[in-house]
């Protein structure tokens, strides 16, 4: 494991910190009163603006059961989490307890020593109660350090009443969606796709679908910039130049959401955390509406990728014990069932597609089969760090600014920089 001079300096200043703390390998200076949890458990949550109200009603919840526990939500914007986090640990200021920690940057925060190790019963539950793919996402060298709250994947959201008006099917594939987003275009004079361009996750289904990936990390292999990922590029650019395709190179989320609740665009890819928001859109007033269905196929397969966001506590937390407690209540089946109905996201839990809430569920009836399918990212600590220069040139091809060929190039060049010895 490659780990800098400053990390180990933060590991050994943790470790005596908790040897201060009484010598409780999962305690704190305030982890409990006469038997109780007690104390402040601070939670950074990373949902959007449709999700975080729920989700802070829910966390403050979690006194009814401990009473002597504050539980302080911070709403953290999900595009600046990753660096506000890595500050706050690193300089041990103010920093949250808990973190909603993307799938993929679970790995780099263990790493650096950042995040404590869940507890070990809990991490056999982790093991035997939740889906496989989302317990693999919260381990590192074989430990256990998050715990999965929702997975996703992405998907074709659709407008039925703009696709039955036009005369076309959801497309399975992106010729048949050239082909949709033409009669589209013809009939209602609004776009097929909003294709977002300035997010590289939004790039893993073209990739995939062209046979390729990011990464090949059992042969610490670079595979970018190789023909199936310059294919996938040229698609990228081939979806805009050929009119099936809107986007921006800036401000994609807002304008991808705006213009498919509007009906400027039929079509836009997305996922179950997209739901909530799309619903309060004029077009879909009647959620009946809103239709999903599969990525469609590239030349090669239909491919989307895993997703999804786990807990997990600050290994410098003065007050261990009450926040490892507020993952597994954050984790536990009758919250994510919650987290199913209000806003439509799905369980990491097996049991919890049992329930008549989950299993009701429209979004979850499509989106827990693609899930099954959805490919598994490489769980790297590089991995996070991988999405900013690949986001740089997808952009650039995306718009035309690079052609398809140097936007791979650039994009191999700057991902070994990153993998160290890596091919």
């Known amino acids: ?74 709403n953290v914007p999900y595009g600046d989490a990753q660096n506000k986090v890595k500050n706050a640990f690193s300089s041990g200021s103010e920093a949250p307890d808990v973190i909603r920690a ?66 076309v099917q959801p497309p399975k594939t992106l010729e048949e969606l050239k082909t949709a987003s033409a009669a589209i275009k013809a009939k209602t004079g609004k776009a097929g796709l909003y294709l977002r361009g300035d997010d590289s996750y939004w790039f893993l289904p073209l990739i995939y679908g062209e046979g390729g990936d990011l990464v090949d990390a059992k042969t610490k292999t670079v595979t970018v910039d190789n023909p199936a990922g310059v294919k996938a590029f040229k698609t990228a650019r081939d979806l805009v130049t050929s009119g099936a395709a809107i986007t921006n190179a800036t401000d994609g989320w807002t304008n991808m959401q705006t213009a498919f609740k509007s009906g400027e665009a039929a079509m836009m890819i997305n996922g179950p955390w997209a739901v909530a928001d799309t619903y309060a859109g004029d077009q879909f007033k009647d959620k009946a509406n809103l239709g999903v269905a599969a990525v469609p196929a590239g030349s090669a397969k239909a491919g989307a990728p895993q997703g999804g966001h786990d807990l997990a506590v600050y290994a410098g937390s003065k007050n ?75 952009t650039k091809a995306i718009t035309g600014a690079s052609s398809p060929e140097d936007a791979a190039k650039a994009a191999g060049v700057e991902f070994r920089k990153i993998l160290k010895g890596w091919k």
């Not at 925060?109 to 982790?126: H, I, Q």
């Open 1 to 74: 494991m490659r780990r800098g001079i400053a990390a180990t300096a933060l590991v050994a200043t943790l470790a005596l910190a908790a040897t201060a703390c009484g010598g409780d390998d999962k305690g704190g200076d305030e982890t409990k009163a006469g038997g109780e949890l007690s104390g402040t458990v601070t939670w950074w949550d990373t949902s959007n603006d449709a999700e975080k109200a729920s989700f802070q009603k829910i966390a403050e919840a979690f006194t009814a059961k401990h009473p002597k526990v504050t539980v302080k939500y911070v």
């Open 102 to 167: 993307d799938v993929g940057w679970v790995a780099d925060f263990a790493s650096l020593g950042y995040l404590d190790e869940v507890p070990a019963e809990t991490a056999k539950k982790v093991d035997a109660e939740f889906l496989p793919q989302a317990a693999a996402s919260g381990k590192y060298e074989g430990k256990t350090y998050a715990v999965p709250q929702v997975i996703d994947t992405l998907g074709l959201f659709y407008n039925k009443k703009m696709l039955a008006d036009a005369g």
């Open 320 to 394: 261990r014990a009450a926040a490892h407690a507020f993952v597994e209540y954050m984790t536990s089946q009758d919250v994510q069932v919650q987290s199913t109905k209000e806003l439509s996201l799905l369980p990491t839990r097996t049991a919890a597609y049992e329930q008549p809430d989950v299993k009701s569920s429209e979004m979850v009836q499509f989106f827990k089969p693609a899930v099954d399918k959805a490919v598994e990212r490489a769980w790297i600590p590089e991995n996070g760090s991988l999405f900013e220069p690949l986001k740089v040139e997808y």
